[in-house]
């Protein structure tokens, strides 16, 4: 079961990825934004999606602001490493 729950993240990952970037080549520090806040919306974590852009990372033009804007978006919007939940968030 386990490995169909991550057939399915990673299928709508590449959804989100066509409909915010496009393509790689289309990959910039906007889209990536955008790319992030849509993974967001669907409750997958984004260090799940960062993790699935690093793997391509040969195919993104400038790398390296690209990189830089994920990973400042991803612990921006993540505590200690875990995506925050509301219930978390009331509890503090």
Do not use: Y
Not at 41 to 64: E, G, M, V
């Amino acid at each position: 079961m386990k490995d169909q729950n991550e057939s399915t993240v990673h299928k709508k990952i590449e959804d989100i990825w066509r409909s915010t970037c496009g393509s790689w080549e289309n990959c910039n520090e906007s889209t990536i934004q955008s790319f992030f806040s849509e993974c967001e919306k669907h409750s997958i974590d984004p260090q799940a999606c960062l993790s699935w852009i690093q793997q391509h990372n040969d195919t993104i033009p400038d790398w390296s602001a690209v990189s830089d804007i994920a990973r400042e978006w991803v612990i921006e919007h993540t505590s200690t490493g875990s995506p925050i939940s509301d219930s978390e968030e009331n509890n503090r």
